[in-house]
């Protein structure tokens, strides 16, 4: 497959529940070697699209492609391809894991011992204990190493961190770094912001049912308000840096000697500005994702 091919492709899919809307008019590309975040709150539709992508729902119209292949005709082999952790996960809950893991090579006639055995070391994870007896941030792990286990070309994951502890969610965002480096697909569905941030390289929202939003992260963060502190060593004029391209807004603190100013795009503008005073102390702090994200979802009442 070439490089500039689409892992995965839809084209107006649309999923009703009735008469309530799943997933509406989707047309996306996500392309080979990227992380792509799919982003929206609980209800907004990501796990319905991570459904129809796997073929365990049929859509009300349009189509979709993964890996080339279509959906709905080649879905045996999609799924045979792919590693893939639901939101809903369900386990053999009187299997070890060791046991869970080998039933799942043998089915897919491959080796995975050493592959497993590196994972569970990595989010140590005990191997032989039954799946019963695990806790839910154990169960989450036996997840992540099934869906890893078989290196494949494209992982599929929903709401992958749910209910492991912070030094576990880290290993896992050093997983998706390494598995990017080898030239793997991630399609990432979360609605836990930081962590969309730290690993994918696009982002999609997903607002009601429908894809409101794509674009890289750098370009959603450039889109947010930076923040720029500005400590003087006597008052300045803040009406100066209303002036300045970009900026919304100036506080003044201490007699205006301090300003805090917040800016949409580039602060060049109040840096340069505030050269031509005697500046004691700066602090900027960058537009985050979230900000971003809450701009497409206010006053939205959020779907199923």
């Known amino acids: ?22 997933i509406i008019d989707l047309d996306l590309s996500v392309i080979k ?28 119209s349009g189509s979709a492609r993964v890996l080339g292949l279509d959906v709905v005709r080649d879905s045996l082999e999609i799924r045979r391809r792919i ?32 592959r497993v055995a590196e994972l569970a070391e ?28 078989h290196d494949p070309e494209l992982l599929i994951l929903d709401e992958p961190t749910v209910g492991l502890d912070p030094l576990v969610q880290q290993e896992f965002q050093a997983l998706v770094t390494d598995t990017k480096a080898a030239g793997r697909t991630m399609f990432l569905s979360s609605h836990i912001l930081s962590e969309v941030d730290r690993v994918a390289d696009r982002a999609g929202i997903v607002r009601e049912g429908r894809l409101v939003a794509v674009d890289t992260i750098e370009a959603f963060k450039a889109k947010a308000h930076a923040t720029v502190a500005l400590r003087f060593a006597a008052a300045v004029p803040p009406d100066e840096f209303l002036k300045c391209e970009g900026v919304v807004n100036v506080a003044t603190r201490h007699d205006d000697a301090l300003l805090v100013i917040t800016v949409a795009g580039s602060v060049d503008a109040v840096i340069k500005t505030a050269a031509k005073y005697h500046v004691e102390s700066i602090s900027t702090r960058d537009g985050e994702l979230e900000e971003v994200f809450l701009s497409y979802y206010s006053g939205s009442t959020h779907g199923r």
């Open 33 to 60: 070697g990227e992380v792509f975040g799919f982003l929206g709150p609980n209800g907004a539709g990501k796990t319905t699209t991570i459904r129809l992508l796997l073929n365990f729902l049929f859509p009300t």
């Open 83 to 114: 590693g893939y952790l639901p939101g809903d996960l369900a386990l053999y809950d009187t299997m070890t894991a060791r046991e869970l893991f080998l039933y799942f090579s043998n089915l897919r006639k491959m080796d995975t011992t050493a």
């Open 1 to 22: 497959m070439d490089i500039e091919t689409p892992i995965i492709e839809t084209d107006g899919l649309t999923k009703y529940y009735g008469d309530v809307p799943g």
């Open 122 to 149: 990595r989010f140590d994870l005990d191997l032989d204990r039954k799946i019963k007896d695990y806790s839910t941030g154990n169960r989450q792990k036996v997840g992540l190493v099934n869906a890893f286990m």
